[in-house]
């Protein structure tokens, strides 16, 4: 058993993952916690085919899907399950969004 942690995100630095989205990430057991910041309105280019888990901290985001699936619209106070090799991308509403994603072996 690990011991116990307080995961201070505030001390990273705002790193960019894309045009319009940043992130504030660290390794907590070989697993990937971040903080993502979207800009108002942006969508992630690129479709993702990892799986994340997570909380919607502000704003709302839009997940869209590769196969054709009804977009999942996301908002403040709910949370998210995407499986692992399901193409999808997100799309900030428009005041943005800030999320807390656990997402992948580090």
């Not at 058993?1 to 660290?26: C, K, N, W, Y």
């Amino acid at each position: 058993m690990g011991s116990h942690q307080r995961i201070e995100f505030e001390t990273r630095d705002l790193e960019p993952e894309a045009p319009g989205i940043a992130s504030r990430a660290i390794d907590v057991n070989d697993v990937r916690w971040a903080v993502v910041e979207y800009e108002p309105g942006v969508l992630r280019e690129e479709w993702c085919l990892e799986g994340h888990c997570g909380y919607v901290l502000e704003g709302e985001v839009t997940y869209e899907f590769e196969n054709g699936d009804d977009p999942l619209r996301i908002g403040a106070g709910q949370g998210l399950m995407l499986p692992d090799g399901a193409g999808h991308r997100g799309r900030a509403g428009e005041r943005g969004a800030k999320l807390f994603i656990i997402d992948r072996a580090g």
